[in-house]
């Protein structure tokens, strides 16, 4: 398997489980939600958008602790994307 074709298989994977998490937390099933995000995270862990899904799960299951952990995560790798991209302009 060649360099791109697995980074294509990743991002088709982490979209798969982003989807799936975000239907089950449609459904309010939210602890099966956050597993999916946690599947997505492990393929991607500098996608902030999958923490912020991830947190608002954790916050309708009242861990609000670990909800605004995940929003902070999520702030700070938006940031850090906002910089990387002024810098290649």
């Known amino acids: 398997m060649t360099k791109e074709n697995k980074e294509k298989d990743d991002t088709e994977f982490l979209l798969g489980w982003v989807d799936k998490g975000s239907v089950l937390a449609k459904q309010e099933k939210h602890k099966e939600a956050i ?39 999520a702030e ?8 990387e991209e002024s810098e290649n302009e």
């Open 76 to 83: 700070e790798l938006e940031k850090l994307e906002e910089t």
């Open 35 to 73: 597993a999916c995000f946690d599947t997505a995270i492990k393929i991607d862990p500098e996608d902030s958008q999958v923490f912020f899904c991830k947190g608002n799960s954790l916050k309708k299951l009242g861990r609000n602790e670990e909800a605004e952990q995940c929003f902070d995560k």
